[in-house]
């Protein structure tokens, strides 16, 4: 079981942002930017691109309200994805406020967030939504 199958199971506490019967979005706790999403089928595949066909052609479409509210709730030109997957054996998209591409830069450092950090970041899009 992954790190992400047990945040979905409730077994490790999350900053949840959205979910539905295959998907699951919370927020990174080491996050690149203010406001950094993961979104997660909750079908534990390692490779995107593995995944049913159904939830390739679903996955967009539960992330794009979430893109949308972290548009109207950070100072950025749009809301940057990314597939890195290398981290995590658990296929996952990335969601993070972007100004320039270098935002979606995974080599920085990443430092991790407070949990009031967190929570007013969870606060803000859940209002966005």
Same mark, same amino acid.
């Given at each position: 079981m992954t790190i992400f199958s047990r945040i979905i199971a409730g077994e490790i506490p999350s900053y949840k942002i959205a979910e539905n019967e295959k998907f699951y979005?919370?927020?990174?706790?080491?996050?690149?930017?203010?406001?950094?999403?993961l979104v997660v089928p909750k079908n534990e595949t390692d490779n995107l691109f593995d995944l049913?066909?159904?939830? !390739?052609s679903e996955i967009l479409l539960f992330a794009q309200p979430i893109a949308k509210a972290i548009e109207k709730s950070f100072d950025c030109n749009r809301c940057g994805i990314?597939?890195?997957?290398?981290?995590?054996?658990?296929a996952h998209l990335h969601l993070v406020p972007i100004r320039s591409a270098n935002d979606l830069n995974f080599i920085q450092e990443k430092p991790k967030a407070s949990d009031e950090a !967190?929570?007013?970041?969870?606060?803000?899009?859940?209002?966005?939504l």
């Open positions: 979005a919370f927020l990174d706790i080491f996050p690149l930017r203010e406001g950094h999403v049913p066909a159904e939830y !390739l990314s597939v890195i997957g290398l981290e995590v054996p658990h !967190l929570k007013k970041v969870q606060e803000k899009i859940l209002a966005a």
